[in-house]
């Protein structure tokens, strides 16, 4: 069902009006992790502003050290739609268990996020294919492109065919950046399926002072969109603050991006 080869038109996700895979490219943009209504507010008015679609930001957080913040849970996810309703934005955030499928239901997440370490969970995606709510779908740092694509195809598999895929960097031998973002991966994808395809350039590289750049080369390189982190304050930000741009460098990055191409919300 992701195969380019049996649906040769590309899909289109449609988020609240939003197109993703449509003419012009998807900015969701917020924290990593959400923390205070303050923060959390303050960043989705400073990334509407810019003309980011979507809010992005991290209530149930994987962290590879379980004494590491775990994010806030559901009331990460209270603050995160309030401040999203405040300024009229859909909302992305990851899902790490099927058991907390009702309360992203019932809180009406708009987008669910399946994470790099979650790409072969295949029992959630089992349950994601059930629901009728898109799928963002990010690449495992040690997945190839077919292995991803089979697990697009888990959740198609099960009914729900808005799936949307985020390649997010892949382990290497280099050390200089956090993942290696593999930007051939978004021919790869255009080639072999119909879905969309967005970059997070964040957590590709691990570093603020690369997110820019990589960003620009990911759009250039045909992606529908950009995930992005935005944090008012990096250094202190309670998860992946070095890799975290501030809302004015992100609204520099915006005006430069639509020189690419035209941008959902920043006309
Ligand atoms: C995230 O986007 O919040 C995240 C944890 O990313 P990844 O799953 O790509 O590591
Ligand atoms: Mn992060």
């Known amino acids: 069902r992701a195969s380019r080869a049996f649906h040769p038109a590309d899909t289109v996700v449609d988020v609240k009006g939003i197109k993703i895979g449509g003419k012009k490219l998807v900015v969701m943009a917020g ?21 980011a679609a979507i809010l992005r930001g991290g209530a149930f ?58 790409m072969q969970n295949f029992d959630l995606l089992k349950a994601v294919g059930r629901l009728n709510v898109p799928v963002l779908l990010k690449r495992g740092m040690s997945a190839t492109i077919e292995e991803w694509l089979m697990s697009a195809e888990y959740i198609m598999s099960e009914g729900n065919h808005n799936v949307i895929l985020c390649e997010r960097g892949i382990r290497t031998f280099e050390k200089a950046t956090r993942n290696t973002l593999d930007l051939s991966a978004v021919e790869v994808v255009k080639e072999r399926s119909h879905l969309p395809i967005i970059v997070d350039p964040s957590h590709a590289t691990g570093h603020r002072e690369m997110v820019p750049a990589m960003a620009m080369a990911a759009i250039a390189a045909g992606a529908d969109g950009i995930m992005c982190e935005v944090h008012n304050d990096p250094e202190h930000a309670w998860c992946d603050g070095a890799e975290s741009i501030t809302p004015e460098t992100f609204d520099d990055l915006m005006g430069r991006l639509k020189q690419l191409a035209p941008i959902v919300g920043r006309e």
């Not at 303050?42 to 003309?51: D, L, M, P, R, T």
């Not at 994987?62 to 859909?90: C, V, W």
């Not at 909302?91 to 790490?96: A, C, D, F, I, Y």
């Open 61 to 118: 957080k994987p962290r590879t050290s379980p004494y590491s913040f775990q994010g806030l849970g559901e009331k990460g996810l209270d603050l995160l739609i309030s401040a999203a309703h405040k300024e009229n934005m859909p909302v992305v955030t990851e899902l790490m268990s099927a058991d907390k499928i009702g309360m992203f239901l019932e809180k009406g997440v708009d987008i669910i996020q399946i994470g790099a370490r979650n």
């Open 31 to 51: 924290p990593c992790s959400i923390e205070t209504p303050e923060q959390i507010g303050g960043i989705a008015k400073a990334v509407k502003a810019s003309g």
